[in-house]
């Protein structure tokens, strides 16, 4: 699929996330640090804000993730 000329999509790049934020990544439950996203860590979206929660947090609350429980839940 092509734009036209003009179109939003023409400008050639897409948003790019926060500098700081796409660097340095904080597990929201234990407070693990990690530099940019790991794979085995999990995004969660709560209330329009991104919370990520590393492996072990993750593991630890697997049903409740399932369940969409938001991370205030567990």
Not at 2 to 21: K, M, V
Not at 25 to 39: K, W
Request: hydrophobic content about 30%.
């Amino acid at each position: 699929m092509t734009s036209l000329p003009g179109d939003s999509d023409s400008n050639g790049s897409a948003p790019r996330p926060d500098a700081d934020e796409a660097q340095h990544i904080v597990c929201a439950r234990c407070g693990t640090r990690a530099d940019g996203p790991p794979l085995t860590w999990t995004c969660s979206v709560e209330n329009g804000a991104r919370h990520y929660f590393c492996d072990n947090c993750a593991r630890s609350n697997l049903r409740a993730i399932e369940g969409r429980l938001d991370s205030a839940w567990w």
